[in-house]
T-cell receptor, first 113, second 114 residues
Framework: KAGVTQTPRYLIKTRGQQVTLSCSPI?????VSWYQQTPGQGLQFLFE???????NKGNFPGRFSGRQFSNSRSEMNVSTLELGDSALYLC????????????FGSGTRLTVV | EDQVTQSPEALRLQEGESSSLNCSYT??????LFWYRQDPGKGPEFLFT???AGEEKEKERLKATLTKKESFLHITAPKPEDSATYLC???????????????FGKGMKLTVNP
């Protein structure tokens, strides 16, 4: 059974650019959540999508956005990149997002220079 | 707002030396408490979900327990391969009966020396 796939694994971008990260959930999973992980703040919730609708949103600026497609694949976009956006971005999928274990991908390591 | 505090932040053990990791939480209506293990450069790996006070779950050398305010991850006779960062997270309920986002603690880095 394939796990959660995130692409790309590594990314280097320049301040001011924008970036799009991709997440393919486990087959049959309809909930996809995105997290930002940094050494200082730990794992912080960005947003969750369920059946193409944003169900929950964290406390991040509007530069961070996402969407989910009909096949449950999800993308996350960050515009006008700042140095502080450098982090490991993790995607997690779940059957419904309620009471079921969330399975994480290996993440995309974003470095902003 | 839901909060999770893990202690200690880091722990060094000798192989075979049992110990416990603490996760204190505050949540408005607990939907579930989750334990994850994360190895360097990888995403968190799911270990357990606990739903109500008094519940316990075991997997190999790990045992997770839950009270109304805390969860403990007990590690019995650890091995070097148990070295990792252990993360605790809670998911609360919304006023409408739905589920809140997962809120994570900052993790506890465990090192087991041979």
């Amino acid at each position: 059974k394939a796990g959660v796939t995130q692409t790309p694994r590594y990314l280097i971008k320049t301040r001011g650019q924008q970036v799009t990260l991709s997440c393919s959930p486990i087959s049959g999973h309809r909930s996809v959540s995105w997290y930002q992980q940094t050494p200082g703040q730990g794992l912080q919730f960005l947003f969750e999508y369920f059946s193409e609708t944003q169900r929950n949103k964290g406390n991040f600026p509007g530069r961070f956005s996402g969407r989910q497609f009909s096949n449950s694949r999800s993308e996350m976009n960050v515009s006008t990149l700042e140095l502080g956006d450098s982090a490991l971005y993790l995607c997690a999928s779940s059957l419904t997002g309620e009471n079921y274990g969330y399975t994480f991908g290996s993440g995309t390591r974003l470095t902003v220079v | 707002e839901d909060q999770v505090t893990q202690s200690p932040e880091a722990l060094r053990l000798q192989e075979g030396e049992s110990s416990s990791l603490n996760c204190s939480y505050t949540v408005s209506g607990l939907r579930g408490l989750f334990w994850y293990r994360q190895d360097p450069g990888k995403g968190p790996e799911f270990l357990f979900t606990l739903y109500s006070a008094g519940e316990e779950k075991e997997k190999e050398r790990l045992k997770a327990t839950l009270t109304k305010k805390e969860s403990f991850l007990h590690i019995t006779a650890p091995k070097p391969e148990d070295s990792a960062t252990y993360l605790c997270a809670v998911q609360g309920t919304t006023s409408g009966g739905g589920s809140e986002k997962l809120v994570f603690g900052k993790g506890m880095k465990l090192t087991v020396n041979p």
